[in-house]
């Protein structure tokens, strides 16, 4: 049996006030028209098709081929949206599985639970519905005395009688599809002129066909996304739902609820996440780390027994056994090497340190290379902007860089070089030579102690 997923996308959203559709607006760092896509793919067995009109161009760029999309030119209702799918689908799929792009946090199960129902349906129509007290604007599911479905009457159409329905429509429906292109041109122009899906309901039960109701169990699940304020409730619900992930997949998370995990981001067993952290886009984090309190890490890949104590890190890389913080920086192409100690108030950017590098306080390291075990003193700064351009600073390994160094770059420190304090080095250092002074100048050569093994 062809089941075909149809993803409504093309409303304006107006409720939300914003300048970006309302499907591209992000829930836990991915557009929120991917949730409900996601769970359309996983049921459908033909390739999803997405209804998009407002702000279309930038909402099929997002899509970028995860489906396919059919355009509504003018936004005259959830009915007429479904309408713009027949041309494409008519005669090529058994059911269609209807849902909104605006309700992020509906699980597959329940679409798998939906698609049986009308499978074993003898009627055209199976629909999800919940029993709540906050009816939050949904659709009102009216029931015959008999207990069957007799219609949805949206919200502002509803008498104050029928206000008063608890049984609320969920907005995920599955159709016969022949009967669906037969009847949705017999839907009537609501008051509000636009042609409501939901109406196909009673054309149904007036035609004497009976219409399913699956009720559903988890509110949490039927978050629709019409403001702003609903987009913090499916925020918070989404955030809870990838936290339980991690907890569950072996991560500890001290603090739920101040713990922030980007859809994508990727946790090992037995890393610990404390309050106040941000894991954001991309971010990778290995096993055995300790991860804040109050860590904002984005796009950033984090090795094993590492730890990052408040500390903020944006496309980094951080190797095994890194110990960070607190209050270190990493930007853009900072690499630390395994063993790497960075102390309070460094700043990291473009530049890698090499295998147990130690940095311990107030420095800024720019488009430098530091060999293994090299020592980068207090204050320690790589001078690397001109004016104009980016300069590197190459420095080998064992070097001992002395408190307050100014390494003008562009430069290279040889292996075993060493600086004296308030040095401000201008010129390349051989390797075993201490410089000092202002700006600093030869002054012996150095015999290197043995590594220790
Ligand atoms: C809709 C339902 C309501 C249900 C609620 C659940 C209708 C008439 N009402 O109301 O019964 O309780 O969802 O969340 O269906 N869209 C289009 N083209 C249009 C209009 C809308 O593609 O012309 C899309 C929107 O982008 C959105 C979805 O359809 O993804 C629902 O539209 P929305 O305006 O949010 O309807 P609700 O008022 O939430
Ligand atoms: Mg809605």
Redesign the pocket.
């Known amino acids: 049996m062809k089941i075909t997923a149809v993803l409504?996308?093309?409303?304006?959203?107006t409720r939300m006030k914003s300048d970006l559709p309302?499907?591209l607006h992000p829930i836990c760092g991915r557009p929120m028209l991917f949730y409900a896509l996601d769970a359309a793919h996983s049921v459908s067995t033909e390739t999803p098709l997405v209804?998009?009109?407002?702000g279309a161009e930038a909402v099929r760029e997002a899509i970028a081929g995860a489906a396919n999309c059919v355009v509504?030119e003018?936004?005259?209702?959830?009915?007429?949206?479904v309408m713009q799918a027949e041309a494409s689908l008519k005669g090529k799929t058994d059911l269609v599985l209807v849902t909104?792009?605006?309700?992020p946090l509906l699980r597959t199960e329940t679409l798998e639970k939906l698609v049986a129902a009308q499978q074993a349906n003898p009627g055209p129509i199976s629909m999800l519905t919940i029993v709540h007290d906050n009816p939050r604007?949904?659709?009102r599911v009216l029931r015959a005395p008999d207990g069957t479905v007799a219609a949805?009457v949206?919200e502002n159409q509803a008498t104050p009688d029928q206000l008063q329905v608890k049984e609320?429509?969920?907005?995920g429906y599955c159709f016969d599809a022949n009967w669906l292109w037969a009847s949705l041109h017999q839907v009537p122009l609501?008051p509000k002129g636009?042609y409501?899906?939901?109406d196909t309901v009673e054309l149904a039960v007036k035609a004497g066909l009976p219409v399913q109701a699956i009720v559903m169990e988890d509110f949490g699940e039927?978050i629709?996304v019409?403001t702003r304020v609903h987009l913090s409730e499916a925020e918070t619900a989404m955030r809870a739902r990838i936290n339980e992930g991690h907890m569950l997949a072996g991560v500890t998370l001290v603090d739920p609820p101040s713990t922030y995990i980007e859809y994508q981001v990727s946790i090992g067993r037995d890393t610990v996440i404390w309050p106040n952290t941000y894991l954001f886009g991309s971010t990778v984090i290995g096993e055995h780390c300790q991860v804040g309190p109050g860590s904002h890490i984005s796009d950033t890949r984090v090795g094993n027994h590492s730890k990052l104590l408040m500390s903020v890190t944006e496309g980094a890389v951080i190797e095994d056994h890194v110990d960070m913080g607190p209050f270190a920086r990493l930007r853009k192409g900072a690499h630390l090497s395994s063993h790497v100690h960075m102390g309070n108030f460094g700043e990291v950017k473009d530049s890698t340190l090499g295998p147990g590098v130690k940095m311990g306080h107030f420095s800024y390291i720019g488009n430098a290379t530091i060999g293994a075990e090299t020592n980068i003193g207090a204050g320690t700064i790589t001078c690397n902007y001109d004016g104009e351009k980016k300069h590197a600073t190459i420095i080998g390994e064992d070097v001992f860089i002395g408190s307050d160094t100014m390494l003008v770059a562009p430069i290279t420190l040889g292996d075993g070089a060493r600086t004296g304090a308030g040095s401000v080095v201008t010129k390349n250092v051989p390797s075993d030579t201490l410089v000092v002074g202002v700006p600093a100048r030869a002054i012996r050569k150095l015999e290197r102690k043995p590594k220790k093994p």
Do not use: P
């Open positions: 409504l996308a093309a409303g304006q959203g309302k499907m209804v998009i009109g407002h509504q003018q936004q005259l209702g959830t009915g007429h949206a909104y792009g605006d309700m604007g949904f659709g949805i949206e609320l429509n969920v907005g609501s636009e409501y899906l939901t039927t629709g019409n």
